[in-house]
């Protein structure tokens, strides 16, 4: 990979490049794109960066009165595209025009502050995602909102309705070797253009547990900005894949009723700066060799859970996931085996430190990676700092408790619904001042509550069955 101007021009001229499509993220997450031709890619441009933004339609970004700004390329992402090889894409860091200085609400620039504030505190964070989605059919569909035309229609490949073949039966996805998954080639292509053209460490991919095609990838843990970029770019290479065969991939959290639905834990460590000491491990803690600054860490994150939520689980349809029975968390607690709490502590192997790091539940891939990594690293960071007791671990089926039993043991819920959340980060946001500035924060919550207010507009197409006759 390129690091130095010099080095991404010749990485440009050797590979035959004709076209550059700069990326960047829009503040709800979703990774926008403008192409420019190779031969404007010059050391000079490179250095001062490419004028060729108006951020005025991007969500969370300019108004259309204050719009000119400047892509700033990160080298060491400039990757030719397996799919269109004369094209080369490359991340950068988004600049107000004018020489204003950088983009305050730039996700990328909010993750990049957390690892300065880390720093300052000494720390370095490390985030393992483990990424699921759904592959649905292709098929073009007259879908009828306001915006009719070409759509999607929901079926998957493997799904029962589709008839024929090998049928995955319902919960039985989980790990049934080919020819019962037939997902495995798409996800081999995927794979193995990650590794071959994108520089990842893929540490598994597998079918999940939901009938219909649902699969996940998970890579190398890496640090916050480099774990989230490289996050970004497997959702690229994800739906790029997938739609070359005629697959539509989607990270929604729960796009099917009644089967499970999807998540990205996120596996995350607090390391001393130089990367050599793990700050979460202490082979002397018989529960789960977790140590003491570990344990304050989770009750950094357990005690702004409800607030996290609405940075982690960000869009209507996560609340749908965060129900009992589908292995999504719901209570708040921390445990070592526990899948029914919002934390847990894997304890594979014995005596490993560099495996010693926290599982957090809640996150889903509609969630904007950098914001997420930097929203965990504020919570867990509040917890060292004021040395936030995360209470006992809770080893029972939380799900099975009883209400007074949970109420006994003082475990709370996840909120229910988007507003929830967003009424909890609202009232809940102090320990995120260090690393969110007021704009980011406001913005975001605006358009949470726009899209939370706009989905509220329309009549479910279940309520039409439960109410008609009412
Ligand atoms: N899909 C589940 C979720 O929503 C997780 C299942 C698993 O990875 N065991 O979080
Ligand atoms: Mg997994
Ligand atoms: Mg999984
Ligand atoms: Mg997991």
Redesign the pocket.
């Known amino acids: 990979m390129p690091k130095t101007p010099e080095e991404a021009v010749e990485y440009v001229r050797k590979n035959k490049v004709e076209w550059i499509d700069l990326q960047f993220t829009d503040v709800p997450g979703r990774l926008q794109h403008v192409t420019i031709p190779a031969s404007d890619f010059t050391e000079e441009d490179i250095k001062v960066g490419f004028g060729k933004l108006d951020g005025s339609s991007i969500k969370g970004f300019t108004t259309i009165y204050e719009s000119d700004m400047v892509l700033s390329p990160v080298l060491e992402s400039l990757n030719v595209l397996p799919w269109s090889p004369n094209v080369a894409r490359v991340l950068t860091k988004v600049y107000w025009g004018g020489g204003r200085g950088r983009f305050e609400r730039d996700p990328r620039y909010i993750g990049e502050r957390a690892e300065e504030h880390l720093a300052e505190a000494g720390y370095v964070s490390y985030y393992g995602p483990?990424l699921?989605f759904f592959l649905f059919d292709r098929v073009d569909v007259d879908v009828k909102t306001p915006q009719s035309g070409t759509g999607y229609k929901i079926t998957a490949r493997e799904a029962p309705w589709n008839g024929g073949g090998y049928l995955i039966r319902y919960k039985e996805g989980y790990y049934p070797a080919p020819p019962v998954d037939q997902l495995m080639d798409v996800r081999l292509e995927i794979i193995q253009t990650l590794t071959k053209y994108f520089g990842f460490h893929v540490e598994?991919a597998?079918h999940e547990v939901a009938t219909a095609g649902q699969g996940?990838i998970?890579y190398r843990f890496s640090t916050l900005v480099d774990s989230a970029d490289k996050l970004q770019t497997l959702k690229y290479v994800i739906r790029n894949v997938a739609s070359k065969h005629n697959l539509v991939a989607t990270f929604m959290p729960k796009p099917m009723f009644g089967d499970n639905g999807t998540g990205m834990?996120t596996h995350f460590s607090l390391w001393t700066k130089d990367g050599k000491k793990n700050m979460m491990y202490d082979p002397n803690d018989e529960y789960a060799e977790i140590s003491q600054f570990g344990r304050y860490a989770i009750g950094g994150i357990l005690s702004h859970a409800r607030a996290l939520s609405a940075i982690v689980s960000p869009t209507v349809n996560s609340y749908r996931r965060l129900i009992p029975g589908f292995e999504a968390p719901v209570y708040i607690a921390w445990s070592k085996g526990n899948r029914s709490a919002v934390i847990r502590v894997p304890s594979y192997y014995k005596g490993m430190e560099k495996a010693k790091r926290i599982e957090y539940r809640a996150p889903d891939p509609s969630t904007n990676p950098y914001l997420a990594f930097a929203a965990i690293a504020a919570a867990a960071m509040d917890g060292v700092t004021k040395k936030i007791d995360p209470g006992n671990p809770v080893d029972e089926n939380i799900y099975h408790l009883t209400p007074e039993k949970r109420r006994e043991l003082g475990i709370r819920e996840l909120p229910r619904s988007l507003d929830e959340a967003l009424d909890e980060l609202e009232s809940d946001n102090e320990f995120l001042k260090p690393i969110f500035n007021p704009s980011i924060l406001e913005t975001f919550i605006e358009l949470k509550r726009e899209e939370a207010r706009t989905l509220q507009m329309y009549p479910h197409p279940m309520e039409i069955y439960y109410y008609l006759d009412v």
């Open positions: 483990e699921e598994a597998h996940e998970d834990h």
